[in-house]
C-alpha cells in the first residue's frame, strides 16, 4: 500500500503538517518555559531574601516562628517551605526531609514527594543562612493542567493530521484505483486485439483525463495504421495471389498437357511476364517502405520542379495522344526547391500516370508547376475524370488505400502512397480538390506544396492556407 | 567477350554462364571474394560482373575499390539483391560502370554487358552515326534515310542516337528510360513502346526494310542485318 502513489503523497502530506506544527509548537514551548520560569525564579529569589531578612533581624526562631505562620495560613498549596540546620535536619517548613538537591545555593528543578499531595514537579531556590539552609520552592500545580493541555493538543493535532491524512491518501487511492482499473481493463481489451475500445474520459482537464485524452489520439493512430497494415497485407495478398495464380496454373497445365515446344515457349514466356508483376508489386512496395524511412532526405540537391515536369509531361504525351487527351504544361519562371530529383520524377510521373488512366478519352489533363508569392513551389495535375468522393480525398491519401474507381485498373494500386510518401519526405502536404467539373465529370486537381528550406511548412498548417489554392492558369486553362 | 562472372549463387552462376556462352561469350566464373580478386586482378577481361554480397571477407565494392585503385578499368557490373537508391549510388560511386538487381532478365543482362563493352572502347559524340541507310549527326543534329530529311523532337532524336549508338544490340526499355529520360525507376506503363512505335512512324513506315525491331521479351534493336 505504502507503494501507491496516493498513499505515499498524503503519508508526505502528513509529515509536512508535523513538521509544520512543531515549527508552531517549538517556540511555544520555549516562550511558555523561558518567561515563566524566569518569572517563578524571581519571586523564590524574592521570598527567600524576606525570610533571610527575617532570619537577620529575628534570628533562627524568628524565622522559624515565621515559617510555621506562614504554613498554617497557607491558602495555595503549593508553597515549599523548608529550614533546616547544618546537618540538613528540618527545623521548620512543610516539608519531611531535604530533597534531592545539594545543599549550595542556587535553583534547581526537581520531582519531590509532597507527601499527601504526591509527587509533583517543583521549582526550588536553596540559600544559605550561616549554619542554616532554607529552601524555597513552588509546586508546579498550577501549571500542570496547562502543561498537559499543551501536550494533549499537540498529541491531538498530531493524531488528526495522521488519521485524515491516510484516510485522505487511502480515498484518494480508491478513487485513482477505479479510473486505473477502467483504463486498465480497456488496455488489456486491446491488448487482446479489440482496438475499438477507448479510454473512458470526463469533461474536466484533470491529469488523468488528460492521459486518457492523450492515449486515445494514440489508439486512433495506432487503429488507423493496423487498419492500414491490414489493408496493406490484403492487397498485397490479393495483387500477388493473381499472378501466382496465373503462374501456378500456367506451369500445371504446361506439365499436365505437354503441348508442342513452340507452344510451350510461349507459355514460359507468360510465366516470366507473370514472375515480373509479382517482382514489380515488391519493388514498389520496397521503395516505398525506403522513401517512408525517410533516408533519401541526404540525397536532397537543387532541382528545377518545371524542368521534371516537363520531361515528365513530354514523357507521357504519347500515351495521351493515343487516348486523344490534350495534356497541356504550364510553369511561370524558375522552380528550384531542394529535392530529391529521382523520387520527384517518379512522383510526377505517377500523377499524370493516374490522371491517364482516369481521364476520359478526348479529356483533358493539365500539369501546372508555379512558383507561389510566398516562395513556396506547387504542383498541381488535373484531369477531368471522374474524380474523388470528398469521404474517399481523405483515404486515398492514406496508405495504401485503393479507391473504388481503382479496382480493376492496372497498376499496383501503390500510385498515391508513393506520391505521399514523396511529398511528406520534402516536407510537404499532397491535396485533393475537385477539378473544374466539366461534362459531367467531378475531375480531380492534385496538388503538392513544397516549400523552400529557409522556412519549411508545416503540411498540417499549409493544408489551411491552401484549402483554396490560386487559381492554376495551366490548370485552368484545360479544365474549363 | 571475355567475361568474369563473381556470383556464389550456384544456381544464378550457371543460368548467367549458360546464357553469356550460347550468347557466344566465354565466362570465367569465381563463386567467392578472394578467388573474384585474384582473377579480376591477374586476367584481362572485357566485363565483369560481380555479385555485390560475397561469401568470406571480401564483398563485391571492396574487389572494385581495390581494382580501381590498382588502375584497373575493366568495365564492371554490379549484380546486387538491394534495390534501394541508395544503394545503387553507392555501387556506382565505389567504382562500378552499371548495377543491376536482382531478381534481373536474362536480355537484361546481356544488353548491358554489350553497352558496357561498346562504352569502354570510346565513344565519339561528333562521329555521325549509320545503320543502314539512316544517318544522324549529333552536331547538326540532322537526321536523314536515304535521301529523305527526318524532323524529330529533341527527345526522339536523343531516343534514337541512343539506339544507333547501340546498333545491332539489343536496347532493354529500363536502359532506355534510364539513358533517354533519365529516369531511374519504373513507372509502369508501356509508354516506352508508344514513344518507339513514333519514332518507327518517322524513320521506317515508308521504307520497305525496318530498321528499328522489337526483340521479343528483351527490348529493340538497330540493325541493317537481314
Given at each position: 500500500m505504502i507503494r501507491s502513489s496516493a498513499v505515499?503523497?498524503?503519508?508526505?502530506?502528513?509529515?509536512?503538517?508535523?513538521?509544520?506544527?512543531?515549527?508552531?509548537?517549538?517556540?511555544?514551548?520555549?516562550?511558555?518555559?523561558?518567561?515563566?520560569?524566569?518569572?517563578?525564579?524571581?519571586?523564590?529569589?524574592?521570598?527567600?531574601?524576606?525570610?533571610?531578612?527575617?532570619?537577620?533581624?529575628?534570628?533562627?526562631?524568628?524565622?522559624?516562628?515565621?515559617?510555621?505562620?506562614?504554613?498554617?495560613?497557607?491558602?495555595?498549596?503549593?508553597?515549599?517551605?523548608?529550614?533546616?540546620?547544618?546537618?540538613?535536619?528540618?527545623?521548620?517548613?512543610?516539608?519531611?526531609?531535604?530533597?534531592?538537591v545539594p545543599a549550595v545555593p542556587g535553583d534547581y528543578r526537581i520531582q519531590i514527594d509532597m507527601g499527601e499531595r504526591g509527587m509533583q514537579a517543583a521549582l526550588l531556590h536553596v540559600a544559605s543562612l550561616g549554619r542554616y539552609n532554607l529552601l524555597v520552592g513552588r509546586d508546579n500545580r498550577l501549571f500542570a493542567p496547562l502543561e498537559r493541555r499543551f501536550w494533549y493538543g499537540l498529541t491531538g493535532a498530531i493524531t488528526v493530521l495522521f488519521i485524515a491524512g491516510l484516510l485522505i491518501g487511502l480515498i484518494t487511492r480508491r478513487a485513482l484505483m477505479s479510473r486505473v482499473d477502467s483504463i486498465r481493463q480497456t488496455i488489456s481489451a486491446i491488448i487482446h486485439g479489440d482496438l475499438k475500445h477507448r479510454l473512458p474520459t470526463h469533461l474536466s482537464?484533470?491529469?488523468?483525463?488528460?492521459?486518457?485524452?492523450?492515449?486515445?489520439?494514440?489508439?486512433?493512430?495506432?487503429?488507423?495504421?493496423?487498419?492500414?497494415?491490414?489493408?496493406?497485407?490484403?492487397?498485397?495478398?490479393?495483387?500477388?495471389?493473381?499472378?501466382?495464380?496465373?503462374?501456378?496454373?500456367?506451369?500445371?497445365?504446361?506439365?499436365?498437357?505437354r503441348p508442342s515446344s513452340e507452344e510451350t515457349f510461349v507459355e514460359i514466356d507468360g510465366a516470366v511476364a507473370d514472375v515480373d508483376r509479382v517482382i514489380r508489386i515488391f519493388d514498389a512496395l520496397l521503395r516505398l517502405a525506403e522513401i517512408d524511412a525517410g533516408m533519401r532526405r541526404s540525397g536532397f540537391v537543387a532541382v528545377d520542379v518545371a524542368d521534371l515536369a516537363s520531361t515528365a509531361v513530354e514523357f507521357y504525351a504519347p500515351a495521351a495522344e493515343l487516348k486523344d487527351i490534350a495534356l497541356t504544361f504550364h510553369s511561370n519562371g524558375p522552380t528550384t526547391v531542394a529535392g530529391d530529383p529521382v523520387l520527384l520524377a517518379q512522383a510526377l510521373s505517377n500523377l499524370i500516370d493516374n490522371a491517364l488512366k482516369f481521364a476520359p478519352e478526348n479529356g483533358m489533363i493539365g500539369v501546372a508547376v508555379l512558383r507561389r508569392a510566398d516562395g513556396a513551389v506547387q504542383i498541381a495535375v488535373a484531369d477531368n475524370g471522374p474524380g474523388i468522393t470528398d469521404p474517399e480525398k481523405t483515404k486515398v491519401v492514406e496508405r495504401f488505400y485503393r479507391g473504388d474507381a481503382s479496382r480493376g485498373t492496372p497498376g499496383v494500386g501503390l500510385g498515391l502512397s508513393l506520391v505521399q510518401a514523396v511529398a511528406k519526405l520534402h516536407g510537404s502536404a499532397l491535396e485533393l480538390f475537385d477539378g473544374t467539373p466539366g461534362d459531367g465529370n467531378r475531375g480531380l486537381r492534385v496538388v503538392l506544396t513544397i516549400f523552400p528550406e529557409s522556412a519549411p511548412g508545416t503540411p498540417a498548417g499549409s493544408g489551411k492556407a491552401a484549402a483554396e489554392p490560386p487559381s492554376l492558369p495551366g490548370v485552368a486553362a484545360t479544365t474549363s | 567477350m571475355k567475361i568474369l562472372l563473381v556470383e556464389d549463387n550456384e544456381r544464378v552462376s550457371q543460368f548467367v554462364i549458360k546464357g553469356l556462352q550460347e550468347a557466344g561469350h566465354t565466362t570465367d566464373h569465381a563463386g567467392n571474394g578472394r578467388d573474384g580478386m585474384f582473377l579480376a586482378a591477374s586476367e584481362p577481361?572485357?566485363?565483369?560482373?560481380?555479385?555485390?554480397?560475397?561469401?568470406?571477407?571480401?564483398?563485391?565494392?571492396?574487389?572494385?575499390?581495390?581494382?580501381?585503385?590498382?588502375?584497373?578499368?575493366?568495365?564492371?557490373?554490379?549484380?546486387?539483391?538491394?534495390?534501394?537508391?541508395?544503394?545503387?549510388?553507392?555501387?556506382?560511386?565505389?567504382?562500378?560502370?552499371?548495377?543491376?538487381?536482382?531478381?534481373?532478365?536474362?536480355?537484361?543482362?546481356?544488353?548491358r554487358l554489350d553497352a558496357l563493352h561498346r562504352r569502354a572502347h570510346g565513344v565519339n559524340h561528333e562521329i555521325p552515326l549509320t545503320v543502314g541507310n539512316l544517318h544522324l549527326d549529333p552536331m547538326t543534329r540532322k537526321v536523314s534515310r536515304g535521301d529523305r530529311q527526318?524532323?524529330?523532337?529533341?527527345?526522339?532524336?536523343?531516343?534514337?542516337?541512343?539506339?544507333?549508338?547501340?546498333?545491332?544490340?539489343?536496347?532493354?526499355?529500363?536502359?532506355?528510360?534510364?539513358?533517354?529520360?533519365?529516369?531511374?525507376?519504373?513507372?509502369?506503363?508501356?509508354?516506352?513502346?508508344v514513344h518507339i512505335s513514333k519514332l518507327r512512324q518517322k524513320i521506317d513506315a515508308e521504307f520497305e526494310r525496318p530498321l528499328l525491331r522489337t526483340v521479343r521479351n528483351a527490348g529493340y534493336m538497330v540493325t541493317a542485318a537481314e
Open positions: 505515499s503523497l498524503a503519508l508526505g502530506y502528513v509529515v509536512l503538517g508535523l513538521l509544520a506544527l512543531v515549527l508552531f509548537a517549538a517556540p511555544l514551548w520555549y516562550a511558555w518555559e523561558g518567561t515563566i520560569r524566569a518569572g517563578r525564579v524571581e519571586i523564590l529569589q524574592a521570598d527567600a531574601q524576606r525570610l533571610t531578612d527575617i532570619y537577620r533581624r529575628d534570628g533562627v526562631d524568628g524565622l522559624k516562628n515565621f515559617i510555621d505562620a506562614r504554613i498554617n495560613m497557607q491558602i495555595a498549596g503549593d508553597r515549599i517551605l523548608l529550614l533546616t540546620d547544618a546537618s540538613r535536619r528540618p527545623l521548620a517548613g512543610n516539608l519531611a526531609a531535604w530533597p534531592n482537464d484533470d491529469e488523468l483525463n488528460t492521459l486518457s485524452r492523450i492515449i486515445n489520439g494514440m489508439l486512433d493512430q495506432i487503429e488507423l495504421l493496423v487498419h492500414g497494415v491490414r489493408n496493406v497485407s490484403n492487397s498485397i495478398a490479393h495483387d500477388l495471389r493473381t499472378p501466382l495464380a496465373e503462374l501456378r496454373s500456367r506451369l500445371e497445365e504446361l506439365a499436365l498437357i | 577481361y572485357d566485363v565483369i560482373i560481380m555479385d555485390r554480397m560475397l561469401p568470406g571477407d571480401i564483398d563485391g565494392l571492396a574487389i572494385i575499390e581495390v581494382l580501381r585503385k590498382a588502375g584497373k578499368s575493366t568495365p564492371i557490373l554490379i549484380l546486387s539483391a538491394l534495390s534501394e537508391v541508395d544503394d545503387r549510388i553507392r555501387g556506382l560511386r565505389s567504382g562500378g560502370d552499371d548495377y543491376l538487381t536482382k531478381p534481373f532478365a536474362f536480355g537484361e543482362l546481356l544488353a527526318i524532323t524529330l523532337q529533341p527527345r526522339e532524336f536523343k531516343l534514337l542516337e541512343y539506339l544507333m549508338r547501340h546498333a545491332d544490340q539489343v536496347v532493354t526499355r529500363t536502359m532506355l528510360l534510364e539513358n533517354v529520360w533519365d529516369y531511374h525507376f519504373d513507372p509502369q506503363t508501356n509508354v516506352v513502346d
